[in-house]
């Protein structure tokens, strides 16, 4: 498969939505599992795609000479916003999850980019997340969200709080900490 799928499966109290870099897989919200597989046969009647462990690596932000691999690094400090976000992906295997990051001073917050109220709606579509004050706003139902703690103050989601994900700063720059994950790429 050559463009990762959102997948997101919806329970009566949960919702877990994930990336998939892979011509299958699984989710599981609650006590649902959803499994499925985007390959087929081909011709000879031989599986197309699958086992195939390879995945698209690195950060798109770092170039080969800034001397620094770390798989976990997401930006520079600098280089993330603080009227708006920056939208990373942090992957487990063939796994992804769309996330944002927000500066406030020199402390950086990161969350999955999705509303609760309803998983599917990124804060952030792509062109950054609105911030008013000291809040971050859905842009499709006007919920506000806390910036430092992610807890939503006003809208359909009051009192729900955004999935946060672990991150530090180290030098000058961010990096993700989240132990669900195993490296960052930029988006």
């Known amino acids: 498969m050559s463009d990762p799928v959102d997948v997101t499966v919806d329970t009566d109290d949960e919702s877990e939505s994930v990336r998939i870099h892979d011509d299958g897989g699984e ?3 609650g006590d649902a599992t959803v499994r499925f ?3 087929g046969t081909g011709d000879d009647g031989q599986a197309v795609g699958g086992d195939d462990e390879q995945s698209p690596g690195g950060n798109d932000d770092q170039s080969p000479d800034d001397g620094n691999d770390d798989p976990r690094r997401i930006a520079e400090l600098d280089s993330v916003p603080t009227d708006s976000t920056l939208v990373f992906e942090a992957r487990d295997g063939r796994r992804g999850v769309n996330c944002i990051l927000h500066r406030s001073g ?3 917050a990161a969350w999955r980019n ?3 109220h309803q998983p599917e709606v990124p804060l952030d579509p792509g062109r950054g997340a609105i911030v008013r004050g000291d809040r971050l706003v859905c842009h499709k139902h006007g919920a506000q969200f806390e910036r430092d703690d992610g807890v939503c103050t006003h809208g359909p989601c009051a009192g729900d709080a955004l999935d946060s994900i672990e991150v530090t700063v180290r030098d000058g720059d961010v990096y993700l900490t989240d132990e669900r994950f195993e490296r960052a790429e930029r988006r």
Request: aromatic share 8%; net charge negative.
């Open 27 to 29: 989710v599981e919200a």
């Open 114 to 116: 999705s509303c609760p």
């Open 106 to 108: 020199d402390a950086v």
């Open 37 to 39: 597989s985007f390959s």
